[in-house]
């Protein structure tokens, strides 16, 4: 009988073990995925998130020395307080972002990071010793213990790419785990209920922290997504976090604005600009355009555009995310900015990333577009380096032409100038352009050819709102502060080199250009 007691005892650690290690694995790419989003930097970020849990895991471990009597009860508060931070630290972080002074977000996560990480590793020494004390040889207890640990680490992993992140979000994910955790704490409790004092007092505890994380899961989003709506000017009308980003879709009278994981990507009050230069110069530059490829454009307007050419037989556009096709095909109001291209019969959509796409297609194309979102991350600093424009340059035609956009000349002068430098590197013929549009200020283009490109000779004879073939050469004239030549601290000018999947310094020019905008 006692062996049998002994023996169930010591499993419940083990499942114990197994269950908080998920929810603390869970908890660390959480982390790492609000820095991320919020903060930006995405490789940054999973760093330091990373390097402060394991330090976290290190003090608890030391701390849990101090412990050696009434193992059950420290355990339960350990988990007690996880479930409360933890749950509770997407909601919390929201809601600091939107009203706490600047860097208040950063620090609050660093330091729920590292007491989380603290609590987590504050675990396994007393569910060891909790194995040994019941009667299991220490060694094999370790060796138990550190299995469930670390097998729940992969589950922990695993659930949060597939399932929590896409089907719950980051909020409703945050409060899901801390229940989790205190489940497991009360359950604990009551199978070790004899030799605990104050039973019910503890009981009571937990069941009030479950009864807040309950509420919390059912009505915290909802409250997250007001303190969201003070990140953006205008009311929200669709939000949506898909597997790759989070998705939000803003109105203010007759201005429809999108955003991707909060970096904007089109106004529909002046998007006509952006996409007129994108598009029209690299389409008249070729005689008879009938093969095109976009990269990016997921909202369709670019296709748009590429349409209004009646040579056009077919248009291939890359994006990486359905989750934005089926909202350019589907919202009202960005079908009636893309006129519905993306379901026309010359579209085909790829839901492919446009690195490995073009790595594998044996198609040429007159015109390629790349219209793809700013390089704040490794995962897209990787489609502004040598060897992806290389690949491009490889899928033109001989007469064909790129347009790449390429971030603001005015407000990141050195990022769009090494953009620049990095497709020249490639052998093309280039040309600078750039553009005033209101919603994102002075924005920049890089034209790209194998042939020598004469602005003054292309001629659009498509409708436009803005752009006209008399106007197209002022968009190459810079100003003294944003014509590339970029003096540093010494007086001498900046030397720029290309940017490579093995350099790839962009992302730390990008981050320092734009930290004050």
Known sequence: MVKNLAERNSNIIYWASGIVSICGIIFEVLFGALGSYILGDGVKQYTLIISLFLTGMGIGASLSEKVMKHLIIAFVYVEFGVAVIGGFSSFTMFGITAFAPEGTDAFYLYLITLVIGALTGFELPILIRKANEIGVTLNKSTARVLFSDYAGGLIGGLLFVFLLRPQFGMVKSAFLVGCINVTVALVVLWLFRKEIKYFSVHVIVGTGIALLLVIGLFFGEELAFTFEQKLYKDPILHIEESSYQKIILTR?????????????????????????????????????????????????????????????????????????????????????????????????????????????????????????????????????????????????????????????????????????????????????????????GNWGFVMASRKEIDLGELKINVPTRYLKPELIPSLAVFGKDEDGKIEGKNGKYLTLKPNTLIDPHLIQIYEKAWKNY
């Open 252 to 440: 203010d009278e007759e201005d429809v604005r999108l955003y991707l994981d909060g970096s904007l990507q089109l106004s529909s009050t002046d998007e006509h600009r952006y996409h007129e230069v994108l598009v029209h110069p690299t389409m008249s530059s070729v005689p008879e355009p009938e093969n095109v490829l976009i990269l990016g454009g997921g909202d369709g307007v670019a296709a748009k555009e590429v349409l209004k050419y009646d040579r056009v037989e077919n248009v291939t556009l890359v994006d990486l995310d359905p989750a934005v096709i089926d909202l350019a095909n589907t919202n009202k109001y960005l079908l009636e900015l893309n006129d519905g291209s993306l379901k026309n019969k010359k579209v085909h959509v790829k839901n492919k990333d446009a690195f490995q796409f073009l790595e594998k297609t044996e198609s040429f194309y007159d015109v390629i577009l790349v219209d793809l979102p700013d390089p704040n991350n490794e995962s897209l600093n990787k489609l502004y380096t040598k060897e992806f424009y290389s690949l491009v340059r490889n899928h033109l035609s001989p007469e064909g032409t790129m347009m790449v956009q390429a971030t603001s000349p005015v407000f990141a002068t050195e990022v769009y100038w090494t953009i620049s430098e990095t497709i020249s590197s490639t052998g093309l013929n280039t040309e600078n352009l750039h553009i005033d549009v209101p919603s994102f």
